[in-house]
């Protein structure tokens, strides 16, 4: 009843991945699959998979967006590259997560598993030993699974677009009186949104999962988004 959605995932990973690709691209195709799956649906969303190159090493840059993914692995030695793909991971993982389907983490994307394409991307999972940077995203990767899974409002919840532009991007999920609010910032500059509440939830209290300090007055919430960075805010 469910497969992948690759046309999300491409479009996530060059969002997420790529400086220069805009918010605009990610949010049509995933209002199609919303218009051609529904906001209740099997769809698997996915980190990555055996048959692509490992994003972190393409957001790193040690594997080039352009070159054969394949032929590299065997060539040299694919590492992470530039140490901001971390964030950029999970700023893909924090997405996957927000949206409705079934978020699919393909194993090792969890703290960061480089790797060019098929049979590079097939490594041995890392049980311990992890760097620092590893750790931080392992950690990141639990928090936003157990958000998942105890927000009714990221589980069944309607879908929303509070806001939307080339590097910043605010969806709302909502369902009954649960409500979740997921904020993303790609840029290399601190932003300040401030995006307009249903007036149902005008005033509501909000937990910041991920401490920006997210704060509502009246029918306006305010984020405060660090370069590369995402909050998920719940009731």
Request: no cysteine.
């Given at each position: ?48 998979n055996q ?87 392992l950690e ?96």
């Amino acid at each position: 009843d469910g497969q992948f959605d690759f046309n999300v995932y491409d479009d996530a990973v060059a969002v997420f991945g790529k400086d220069n690709t805009s918010f605009r691209q990610l949010d049509r195709s995933l209002n199609e699959s919303l218009i051609f799956y529904g906001h209740h649906n099997l769809m698997g969303y996915i980190t990555g998979n055996q048959d692509r190159p490992r994003f972190i090493s393409l957001a790193g840059g040690d594997l080039k967006w352009d070159e054969d993914g394949k032929r590299a692995g065997w060539k040299r030695e694919i590492g992470v590259g530039d140490t901001l793909a971390y964030k950029k991971l999970s700023m893909l993982m924090a997405f996957n997560m927000s949206i409705p389907g079934i978020p699919v983490i393909y194993y090792g994307d969890e703290y960061g598993m480089p790797g060019a394409n098929d049979p590079d991307n097939r490594r041995w999972m890392k049980f311990d030993n992890l760097t620092p940077a590893e750790k931080n995203n392992l950690e990141i990767t639990r928090k936003l699974i157990k958000l998942r899974k105890t927000n009714p409002a990221l589980i069944f919840g309607q879908t929303k677009v509070l806001h939307l532009d080339d590097s910043t991007y605010v969806i709302m999920r909502r369902y009954f009186d649960y409500i979740s609010i997921s904020a993303f910032n790609k840029s290399p500059e601190t932003v300040e949104l401030k995006v307009i509440l249903p007036d149902d939830f005008a005033g509501i209290k909000l937990a910041d999962n991920f401490g920006t300090g997210a704060s509502t007055l009246g029918e306006v919430l305010t984020i405060k988004l660090a370069p590369w960075s995402f909050e998920i805010l719940t009731n």
